[in-house]
């Protein structure tokens, strides 16, 4: 009997097993969401494009066939979680593994089609490009710390960068027999950790930039603040609760008491100033330097950073250089956290102790998504949805607003006379296209007959393929490449990549990032 019972619960078991892998391979699946910078890039001959598999650690080769449609030759086995990829020349290509911190270089050439050689680099590394005379130096950002790292990272030391850009001789790199290869040099630089990279048309500067790298602004507590007088009536310190300790006596436009909170401030190259304009110096003992893009000398005997460029944006995506003028384009969004309301904009009533005060709203106005054209040290940004109109909030879905929106632009390609930019906007699902010399004068008009709808979402990638009037875009919501015609600029086709992300996050990941879904204003 014992015997029988345990064959069946065995039986029973065996059963489970067999008709639960989908479960279980759900539930094992680890997601990482790396951030990706630069998926894609095409071969010096444009034969082959290369695409990033971010989700299936792998790195794709295809063959671009004569109408400029793409047919899948190969996958290759590269790090964990890979971000960003430079062709090297029509052998190699250098991939960046953010979780695995390592670099992959893989042949792409004659011979077996394999990772041939991983340099070991910092912590959470995000984008390599070329440079230098003749491309000979491989320069890659990381954060200021990992286990590769030979540096001291300083984690509570002042003054310390957090940002290092690794640089890689590749003539020394083929003949390093070393684990891990032997970097050149290492350059810290004074920003938050860094993501993306781009060399000027000469190659002999290298942009870094970081990535979180703020805006100047820093919080005060909530104590202190009831105890020194809040904004933006800094003036109406009273007892409301009968503790007898006054406090920053803000009201709503119902007259309803906010609760006691912090405060952000933000400076303003002389004083820690709140949104009315209150010094809070004495409460804020440090220096806090915006430093955004960083610009490296490649060709120096050991490459160098030569000069700092500030008020680029809060959060830097990717940049590109323009291969005629120089100048360089840099994606990004600008917080506007100083303001300290998220109702609606109004004005504060009048009080025997204050007069009558208008305020501005974080509501509807939050964030903007901006292009800053640097040229020669200085920055000019600009706001690449003008069009909305933020006296007024909030417009029912669909609307005019939200259809002409681009939200957090990213990845971006160039034509080779450096008229077009194209860019990708990550949080609405297409691809803006602007005249270069409009966007560097701000006289653009929000145009949907400017924009190429995408049938996958999340535009990360962008290769420009000029011979064939074609424009490859990595969609990564679906994780795909989408196929644009830039005549029409229309999408006329996809190749979907394999995806092993379980479907509730494919199908979940727009909830998280699409702003022409969740936003009123796109």
Same mark, same amino acid.
Request: proline content about 5%; aromatic content about 6%; overall charge negative.
């Given at each position: 009997?014992?015997?029988?019972?345990?064959?069946?619960?065995?039986?029973?078991?065996?059963?489970?097993?067999?008709?639960?892998?989908?479960?279980?391979?759900?539930?094992?699946?680890?997601?990482?969401?790396?951030?990706? !910078?630069?998926?894609?890039?095409?071969?010096?001959?444009?034969?082959?494009?290369?695409?990033?598999?971010?989700?299936?650690?792998?790195?794709?080769?295809?063959?671009?066939?004569?109408?400029?449609?793409?047919?899948?030759?190969?996958?290759?086995?590269?790090?964990?979680? /890979?971000?960003?990829?430079? !062709?090297?020349?029509?052998?190699?290509?250098?991939?960046?593994?953010?979780?695995?911190?390592?670099?992959?270089?893989?042949?792409?050439?004659?011979?077996?089609?394999?990772?041939?050689?991983?340099?070991?680099?910092?912590?959470?590394?995000?984008?390599?490009?070329?440079?230098?005379?003749?491309?000979?130096?491989?320069?890659?950002?990381?954060?200021?710390?990992?286990?590769?790292? /030979?540096?001291? %990272?300083?984690?509570?030391?002042?003054? +310390?960068?957090?940002?290092?850009?690794?640089?890689?001789?590749? *003539?020394?790199?083929?003949?390093?027999?070393?684990?891990?290869?032997?970097?050149?040099?290492?350059?810290?630089?004074?920003?938050?950790?860094?993501?993306?990279?781009?060399?000027?048309?000469?190659?002999?500067?290298?942009?870094?930039?970081?990535?979180?790298?703020?805006?100047?602004?820093?919080?005060?507590?909530?104590?202190?603040?009831?105890?020194?007088?809040?904004?933006?009536?800094?003036?109406?310190?009273?007892?409301?609760?009968?503790?007898?300790?006054?406090?920053?006596?803000?009201?709503?436009?119902?007259?309803?008491?906010?609760?006691?909170?912090?405060?952000?401030?933000?400076? *303003?190259?002389?004083?820690?100033?709140?949104?009315?304009?209150?010094?809070?110096?004495?409460?804020?003992?440090?220096?806090? /330097?915006?430093?955004?893009?960083?610009?490296?000398?490649?060709?120096?005997?050991?490459?160098?950073?030569?000069?700092?460029?500030?008020?680029?944006?809060?959060?830097?995506?990717?940049?590109?250089?323009?291969?005629?003028?120089?100048?360089?384009? +840099?994606?990004?969004?600008?917080?506007?956290?100083?303001?300290?309301?998220?109702?609606?904009? *109004?004005?504060?009533?009048?009080?025997?102790?204050? %007069?009558?005060?208008?305020?501005?709203?974080?509501?509807?106005?939050?964030?903007?998504?901006?292009?800053?054209?640097?040229?020669?040290?200085?920055?000019?940004?600009?706001?690449?949805?003008?069009?909305?109109?933020?006296?007024?909030?909030?417009? *029912?879905?669909?609307?005019?607003?939200?259809?002409?929106?681009?939200?957090? %632009?990213?990845?971006?390609?160039?034509?080779?006379?450096?008229?077009?930019?194209?860019?990708?906007?990550?949080?609405?699902?297409?691809?803006?296209?602007?005249?270069?010399?409009?966007?560097?004068?701000?006289?653009?008009?929000?145009?949907?007959?400017?924009?190429?709808?995408?049938?996958?979402?999340?535009?990360?990638?962008? +290769?420009?393929?000029?011979?064939?009037?074609?424009?490859? !875009?990595?969609?990564?919501?679906?994780?795909?490449?989408?196929?644009?015609?830039?005549?029409?600029?229309?999408?006329?086709?996809?190749?979907?990549?394999?995806?092993?992300?379980?479907?509730?996050?494919?199908?979940?990941?727009?909830?998280?990032?699409?702003?022409?879904?969740?936003?009123?204003?796109?």
């Amino acid at each position: 009997m014992f015997d029988r019972r345990y064959k069946s619960l065995l039986l029973i078991i065996v059963i489970q097993l067999l008709f639960a892998p989908s479960v279980f391979s759900d539930s094992a699946y680890t997601l990482f969401e790396s951030g990706q !910078v630069r998926p894609l890039a095409m071969s010096p001959d444009g034969k082959k494009l290369f695409a990033l598999n971010t989700p299936d650690n792998r790195l794709e080769v295809f063959r671009i066939k004569r109408n400029g449609t793409l047919k899948h030759q190969r996958s290759i086995l590269v790090g964990m979680e /890979p971000v960003a990829l430079a !062709v090297r020349n029509r052998n190699e290509v250098w991939v960046v593994n953010s979780i695995s911190d390592s670099v992959s270089i893989v042949n792409v050439g004659r011979g077996p089609k394999q990772v041939i050689k991983t340099l070991l680099v910092g912590d959470e590394p995000m984008d390599i490009v070329f440079a230098g005379e003749h491309n000979e130096r491989a320069f890659i950002t990381t954060a200021h710390r990992g286990q590769n790292s /030979p540096v001291d %990272p300083a984690l509570t030391t002042p003054g +310390v960068g957090r940002a290092d850009v690794w640089v890689f001789d590749v *003539d020394d790199v083929d003949h390093d027999t070393s684990l891990g290869g032997t970097p050149l040099t290492i350059i810290t630089l004074f920003t938050d950790s860094p993501r993306a990279l781009t060399v000027s048309a000469d190659g002999s500067k290298v942009y870094a930039a970081g990535f979180k790298t703020g805006n100047k602004t820093t919080t005060v507590a909530e104590t202190v603040v009831t105890d020194n007088g809040g904004v933006p009536l800094a003036s109406l310190n009273v007892d409301t609760d009968g503790d007898g300790v006054p406090e920053a006596h803000m009201t709503d436009t119902a007259g309803n008491m906010q609760p006691l909170t912090g405060l952000i401030v933000q400076h *303003d190259g002389e004083h820690w100033v709140d949104e009315s304009g209150k010094v809070w110096d004495h409460l804020v003992n440090f220096n806090l /330097p915006d430093k955004d893009v960083f610009v490296i000398d490649a060709n120096a005997d050991v490459p160098m950073e030569i000069e700092a460029i500030s008020g680029v944006g809060t959060i830097i995506f990717n940049m590109i250089s323009n291969p005629v003028n120089g100048k360089i384009y +840099v994606t990004n969004t600008e917080a506007l956290n100083l303001k300290r309301f998220t109702g609606p904009a *109004d004005t504060l009533p009048a009080t025997t102790d204050a %007069p009558a005060t208008d305020y501005t709203t974080l509501n509807g106005h939050f964030v903007e998504s901006r292009i800053s054209v640097l040229d020669d040290g200085n920055v000019t940004p600009v706001h690449l949805n003008k069009h909305i109109d933020y006296s007024v909030c909030c417009n *029912d879905l669909p609307n005019d607003e939200n259809a002409r929106s681009l939200a957090q %632009p990213m990845d971006m390609a160039i034509s080779s006379d450096g008229k077009t930019l194209y860019v990708a906007a990550f949080g609405s699902g297409k691809v803006g296209v602007f005249d270069t010399a409009q966007l560097e004068h701000n006289t653009f008009v929000p145009d949907l007959a400017n924009q190429i709808q995408l049938s996958g979402g999340g535009p990360a990638g962008l +290769v420009l393929n000029e011979k064939k009037n074609r424009l490859y !875009v990595l969609t990564r919501f679906n994780n795909a490449i989408s196929i644009v015609d830039t005549n029409t600029n229309t999408e006329i086709s996809q190749v979907q990549m394999y995806n092993p992300e379980p479907a509730h996050i494919v199908k979940g990941r727009q909830y998280h990032y699409d702003a022409s879904l969740t936003s009123s204003r796109g």
